[in-house]
């Protein structure tokens, strides 16, 4: 069966520009979770969503948004790009919110130039 | 707070020798839940194991092994007779229980293995 597929697997913005990432969970899936690694901060909690609706945030500015589809597809966005967010982001996907198993995918490398 | 230590930054060793990663956490809730993480080059986060803080049963899984201590913190995990397909990056991580779900991780830095012929 399909894994947690992110798109664009790579990409290069500018500061102040904004940027979208997709996360197509794996089928049947409802719980997405959107997780940001950098060499500095390590891996660090996003934003969760169930049922299209944000269950828990983490210590992230206003600028980082998400939001989940009726299919469980999840898209995040960051706006006003700063160097500092150049990162790997990764979406995980698990069936629900208590299943001890997260599914990750391959990540979005976003640089910042 | 929740904290998840990984001393161990690196890790050097040579085909068929037995290796353990150390993962101490810290937490003031009494149910919480750690997890093992491997990150293999190609970057997604792979699923090992979740342990609960009631069951401190050490588990075996084929060559793979973890020792779940709460008297010192401590959830390690063995790879016996590494192999050079162990070589990754892996991740310790803990959640607390409540409405959080499972899906709030919070994660140590990391180890590095390497696996040489």
């Known amino acids: 069966k399909a894994g947690v597929t992110q798109t664009p697997r790579y990409l290069i913005k500018t500061r102040g520009q904004q940027v979208t990432l997709s996360c197509s969970p794996i089928s049947g899936h409802r719980s997405v979770s959107w997780y940001q690694q950098t060499p500095g901060q390590g891996l660090q909690f996003l934003f969760e969503?169930?049922?299209?609706?944000?269950?828990n945030k983490g210590n992230f500015p206003g600028r980082f948004s998400g939001r989940q589809f009726s299919n469980s597809r999840s898209e995040m966005n960051v706006s006003t790009l700063e160097l500092g967010d150049s990162a790997l982001y990764l979406c995980?996907?698990?069936?629900?919110?208590?299943?001890?198993?997260?599914?990750f995918g391959e990540g979005s490398r976003l640089t910042v130039l | 707070a929740q904290k998840v230590t990984q001393a161990q930054t690196e890790i050097s060793v040579v085909e068929k020798e037995d290796v353990t990663l150390d993962c101490v956490y810290e937490t003031r809730d009494t149910t919480y839940y750690l997890f093992w993480y491997k990150q293999p080059p190609s970057g997604e986060l792979v699923f090992l194991i979740r342990r609960n803080s009631f069951d401190e049963q050490n588990e075996i899984s084929g060559r793979y092994s973890w020792n779940f201590q709460k008297s010192t913190s401590s959830f390690n995990f063995t790879i016996t007779a590494s192999q050079v397909v162990d070589s990754a990056v892996y991740f310790c991580a803990l959640s607390e229980a409540g409405n959080t779900g499972f899906q709030k991780l919070v994660f140590g830095t990391g180890t590095r293995l390497l696996v040489s012929p």
């Open positions: 995980a996907s698990s069936l629900e919110r208590y299943t001890g198993e997260l599914f």
């Open positions: 969503y169930f049922s299209e609706t944000q269950r």
